[in-house]
């Protein structure tokens, strides 16, 4: 019978190789723990992106932009002018807050007749707000006007929205918007 002769000094002793193979053991584990609770945090954080969408989606106000229907338009005697409305209806169950309108578009044929209205605004669900414009010259065909409302939340989410009107000389206009979305903050860096 022969017997293999380890120096203890060189090879270690069965103690330190046990110990070598227990840490390889409880790192090995210790490595698929820790990859394991980073696949739950993504997962975590992914659930919770959809929850704060869901979220901010339940409280947004959804303004509708439509024209007058016949019997609501505002008749003038003067042939040159003409006034065109668009109605702003809260189409939702949640609040537009500390609303304003600007004009984006200058256009010399078009005033605004009541814009001190609109210069700060709140808009509950159902609520309707009526915008009313001069066409003053009815054979112009610069009648575009371009409008940016910005509202908030009650979670005080800057919404912006733009509305590009085409004025018609009959009163009525047609009308297309965006959809609201998020004012992104100015960050000051310095």
């Given amino acids: 019978m022969v017997?293999?002769?380890?120096?203890?000094?060189?090879?270690?002793t069965v103690s330190d190789w046990f110990i070598a193979i227990v840490t390889s053991i409880t790192a090995y584990y210790l490595y698929q723990t820790l990859k394991s609770q980073k696949e739950v945090q993504e997962t975590q954080t992914k659930l919770f992106e959809i929850e704060k969408f869901r979220f901010s989606e339940s409280i947004k106000p959804n303004l509708k932009f439509t024209q007058p229907t016949k019997d609501q338009q505002i008749i003038t005697e003067d042939p040159d002018k003409c006034i065109n409305s668009i109605i702003v209806i809260n189409d939702s169950n949640n609040d537009a807050l500390e609303g304003s309108i600007t004009m984006i578009s200058e256009t010399k044929n078009i005033e605004i007749i009541n814009?001190?209205?609109f210069e700060y605004f709140h808009l509950r669900k159902?609520?309707?707000l009526r915008l009313n414009f001069i066409l003053h010259d009815t054979k112009s065909s610069e009648n575009l006007l371009i409008l940016c409302f910005k509202y908030k939340d009650i979670a005080n989410n800057k919404y912006i929205q733009y509305i590009n009107c085409d004025l018609k000389a009959n009163g009525y206009s047609r009308i297309y918007h965006s959809f609201p979305e998020i004012e992104a903050e100015k960050q000051n860096i310095h």
């Fill in 3 to 12: 017997f293999l002769y380890f120096n203890p000094e060189v090879w270690g």
């Fill in 115 to 117: 814009g001190k209205v």
């Fill in 126 to 128: 159902s609520e309707t």
